[in-house]
């Protein structure tokens, strides 16, 4: 049993908890402030947009030495890279995307969009979520299993057997 405070957070976490203190810094090289940008790209431009472009870098203006005449306006130009045949179709939705990305930060972080044209790095595409065998196939793949005796591989051999009769 526990001894101390139940309000203590638990010792295990989700690693999404982990995933912005390990992934800022390597970001921040790039001139980007967060990983926001980067890790909700497809949510800020949208899925079709996504599919064509990626931030590469945030370039902030240079700072002068009077920093108090700036009032902190001093807002970024983002870098994308956009594939070949795309780059005309990003520039002519460049301000609607400098808006999302500044309502997403919730502040005028983007004033201007820089478009490079090129192949985007390899993206790990989601994998398709299996459907559930239907019974017709369960039933089907426990005739051909036969008289297994050892019930876990009975099992394992029913499930597998069912999913291989379903796939198209």
């Given at each position: 049993?526990?001894?101390?405070?139940?309000?203590?957070?638990?010792?295990?976490?989700?690693?999404?908890d982990?995933?912005?203190?390990?992934?800022?810094?390597?970001?921040a090289?790039?001139?980007?402030?967060?990983?926001?940008?980067i890790?909700?790209?497809?949510?800020i431009?949208?899925?079709?947009?996504?599919?064509?472009?990626?931030?590469?870098?945030?370039?902030?203006?240079?700072?002068?030495?009077?920093?108090?005449?700036?009032?902190?306006?001093?807002?970024?130009?983002?870098?994308?890279?956009v594939?070949?045949?795309?780059?005309l179709?990003?520039?002519?939705?460049a301000?609607?995307?400098?808006?999302?990305i500044?309502a997403?930060?919730?502040?005028?972080?983007?004033?201007?969009?820089?478009?490079?044209?090129?192949?985007?790095?390899?993206?790990?595409?989601?994998?398709?979520?299996?459907?559930?065998?239907?019974?017709?196939?369960?039933?089907?793949?426990?005739?051909?299993?036969?008289?297994?005796?050892?019930?876990?591989?009975?099992?394992a051999?029913?499930?597998?057997?069912?999913?291989?009769?379903?796939?198209?």
């Open positions: 049993m526990r001894k101390g405070n139940a309000r203590k957070t638990p010792w295990s976490r989700p690693l999404a982990f995933v912005h203190t390990a992934i800022d810094p390597v970001v090289r790039q001139g980007f402030g967060q990983s926001g940008l890790l909700f790209w497809d949510a431009v949208g899925e079709r947009l996504a599919a064509i472009s990626q931030p590469v870098k945030m370039q902030w203006p240079a700072r002068g030495r009077d920093r108090a005449a700036d009032n902190g306006a001093a807002t970024a130009t983002l870098i994308i890279r594939e070949s045949g795309f780059a179709e990003m520039q002519h939705l301000p609607i995307i400098i808006e999302r500044n997403h930060f919730g502040w005028r972080s983007v004033s201007r969009i820089q478009l490079k044209q090129g192949p985007l790095a390899a993206r790990k595409l989601a994998r398709p979520v299996a459907r559930a065998p239907d019974e017709a196939a369960e039933a089907a793949a426990e005739k051909l299993v036969g008289p297994v005796t050892d019930e876990p591989l009975r099992q051999l029913t499930r597998l057997g069912a999913r291989v009769l379903t796939a198209p």
